[in-house]
């Protein structure tokens, strides 16, 4: 049998989002961090010299997952192409999810301020695919309904990632996860890689004539101007554990994940406050409740404005992206 080849010639390296979006993005689960690939693969580890470790303990609980992302050929991208089901839908927006949960909010703003790649905001929101015959049988249609939007691919380690970019321009990761036993913990951090990734080897591999099945999003990767602020935020007041970390990029998890966040300062370095109203519109990270009041005690003893909104803890990070929690 022969599979629907990707594209032709697919770029390597995925690409930057573009200046143009059209809509709003708003994120509700979030996981798996974009490594910039490199010819031959580069793998990055926090010390050569280290020895097997395990994950280093986050304050969030060991549950903590990632919720809904908030971004009109966009709503045919996202049900044609990657499959997603219509859970409900208005004249302006269209909430999007898989197995009856929200993954994504897609919602129309002609006249908002457009994204840049240079400011802070959204990279890529990264959807979670429980298999490779999942992740095959979403490739596989995407090549037929949208090759144009194929990106880059990469052997990560912890995963095997594959990138596209929506009709707006938002970075897109489809993933899969490798057994959590064979990732590589070294001083507590996690070892990733960008090694090489043949997407239409992958689909001959593990296309086995199953629908694409039901990602969630299993982590959000942000641009931000500083990466100090970035830790002080996202580790020392939010909680998570730093992962990972590379020139230019910080990786962020609970619960002994590889990462739920990610930040780095690849083009956006020395951003300041978001100035742009289209492309991320928030994100979410879903714990217990207890998780969130003790949550709410750390942003109140480091004099970090929050507020709740319909029994969501609502806050921003440094440069405006909106990050809400919620208890499933």
Known sequence: ???????????????????????????????GALLVLAAGGTWWAVSANGTDDAPVASVLPAGTRM??????PMRAYYVDALGLGVLDETDSAV??????????????DVDGTPDAPTQAGLY??????????????????????????????????????FYLGDPDGNGVELY??????????????VVMGSAPLDPNAFIAEHLAGQDAGTPDIGHVHLRVGDLDQARAFYA??????????????????????????????????G?????????????TVEFDDGGI????????AQGVNHRNVDGVLVTEDPWGNTVRFTAP
């Open 271 to 283: 951003a300041g406050a978001r100035t742009s109203d289209l492309g991320l519109g928030s994100f």
């Open 1 to 31: 049998m022969e599979y629907p080849a990707v594209s032709a010639g697919f770029a390597t390296v995925p690409s930057s989002v573009p200046a143009q979006s059209k809509s709003r993005f708003r994120a509700a689960i979030i996981i």
């Open 95 to 108: 909430t999007l999810g898989a197995g009856g949960r929200e993954v994504l909010s897609i919602t129309e």
């Open 67 to 72: 919720g809904p992302v908030h971004l009109d």
């Open 124 to 161: 890529h929101s990264a959807f979670l695919y429980e298999d490779e015959a999942s992740l095959a049988a979403v490739l596989a249609k995407v090549a037929r309904t949208a090759p144009q939007s194929f990106q880059g691919s990469a052997d990560h380690a912890v995963s095997l990632a």
């Open 236 to 269: 020392d007041t939010l909680g998570f554990a730093v992962t990972s970390e590379t020139n230019g990029a910080l990786f962020f998890a609970a619960g002994g994940y590889h990462h739920h966040v990610a930040t780095n300062t690849w083009m956006s370095n």
């Open 293 to 300: 009041a003790k949550l709410k005690e750390r942003l109140d």
């Open 176 to 189: 899969v996860d490798r057994p959590a036993d064979e990732w590589d913990w070294k001083d507590g951090k």
